[in-house]
């Protein structure tokens, strides 16, 4: 499962798919590091179906089967 992603759940008899935002790629002196997103917290936000769709494709050609979502 990629960082940062979170399986939906069912609400209103439709399925929501969220990612959870647990960590950001800053760039400090040409060098890349993970950290907390601004403001040191934590979040989940919506994912539209295209990105959905996107990361199951992905997930499909790159890893071993589909994603467990």
Known sequence: MAP???GGSAAAGRILRVLRIRRQ???LGGRLYFALPKGGKTRVVD???SV???LAQYFMEYHAGAPSW
Request: glycine share 16%; aromatic share 8%; no cysteine.
């Open 52 to 54: 959905a769709s996107g």
């Open 4 to 6: 940062g992603f979170h």
């Open 47 to 49: 994912m539209p179906p």
């Open 25 to 27: 790629v800053q760039l």
